[in-house]
Structures are given as structure tokens and as C-alpha cells.
């Protein structure tokens, strides 16, 4: 099994910057996608920033400009610094990976969540 442990929420002011972590961690292989999500209340789960199968970063329109996705592949972890934060950016953050892991002998796809963390940006 892989664990995602997400870290740096919190609250902060409208203008603020934060920035998070995402540590993967378990039995992998390799990491092809890995990435940040957000849900806010009675909003569908959006895409913030992501690194891709293809190689490509992708980023939500709302965070273009922003946001900073970047990676440590010898760590499995990537970071998130967010910046110029505004109100509408409240939302619990998740991060996603997509990749192999070893299960006994064989290996095997896997996609896991983080728990979340709270991001508050008060006006």
C-alpha cells in the first residue's frame, strides 16, 4: 500500500502564500503522475497542479500564475507554493499519485489519496 502525507496547511491571510508538502511513501516502484487536488465545501473536487504520465505540468485556470508545482523524485514528494492566496482558494487540498508498487512477487498499478489538509484564506 502507499501512503500520501500531506503537510503546510493552515490559515492565512488573503495575499498570503503557503506552501505544501506531499510525502509518498510504501512499496513503489515508480511514480508516473503525482499531484494537487482541491475540494471546497459544495464544490466538486478540482484539479490545482499536477506532473503528469506525458511529462507535462498541468494547472488549474484559477491557479495559473499563482501557483508553483515542483517535485522531489528522490523523496516521492511534492510541493505546492501557492501564492497571492484569495478567499475563493479555501479548500480542503488533497494530493494524488499514480504509479507501481510491489505487492509479493508481482507489480502491481496503484492510485492513492492524502487525507487532506485545511487551506483558510481569510479576506
Known amino acids: 500500500q502507499v501512503q500520501l502525507v500531506e503537510s503546510g496547511g493552515g490559515l492565512v491571510q488573503a495575499g498570503g502564500s503557503l506552501r505544501l508538502s506531499c510525502a509518498a511513501s510504501?512499496?513503489?516502484?515508480?511514480?508516473?503522475?503525482m499531484g494537487w487536488f482541491r475540494q471546497a465545501p459544495g464544490k466538486e473536487r478540482e484539479l490545482v497542479a499536477a506532473?503528469?504520465?506525458?511529462?507535462?505540468?498541468n494547472y488549474g485556470d484559477s491557479v495559473k500564475g499563482r501557483f508553483t508545482i515542483s517535485r522531489d523524485n528522490a523523496k516521492n514528494t511534492v510541493y505546492l507554493q501557492m501564492n497571492s492566496l484569495k478567499s475563493e482558494d479555501t479548500a480542503v487540498y488533497y494530493c494524488n499519485a499514480l504509479g507501481l508498487r510491489v505487492v509479493g512477487s508481482d507489480i502491481k498499478k496503484f492510485g492513492s489519496w492524502g487525507q487532506g489538509t485545511q487551506v483558510t484564506v481569510s479576506s
Open positions: 510504501g512499496s513503489i516502484v515508480s511514480i508516473s503522475s
Open positions: 506532473f503528469t504520465s506525458a511529462g507535462i505540468t
